[in-house]
């Protein structure tokens, strides 16, 4: 995956490759995410049906905006 593939076209950050640890008590669109820096963030997973804990997804501006490939979960 290039940096071009994950930078957004509105604002032109880079989204980033999270792990997802665990969905909020209170409401299921919403789940704790871990960075490759170990770095933790509430993030909206609405967008991804059926996310599970374990999943990498790609994350920017605090949602969920893509399911990372199987190959690319690692990286997460």
């Given at each position: 995956m290039t940096n071009d593939e994950r930078r957004c076209v509105t604002c032109g950050d880079l989204a980033e490759p999270m792990r997802l640890a665990a969905f909020d008590r209170d409401d299921?669109?919403?789940?704790?995410?871990v960075g490759k820096d170990g770095t933790r963030c509430v993030v909206d997973v609405g967008l991804i049906p059926d996310a599970a804990p374990g999943e990498s997804l790609l994350v920017h501006a605090g949602a969920a905006l893509a399911r990372l490939p199987q190959g690319l979960r690692d990286e997460g």
């Open positions: 299921p669109e919403l789940a704790v995410c």
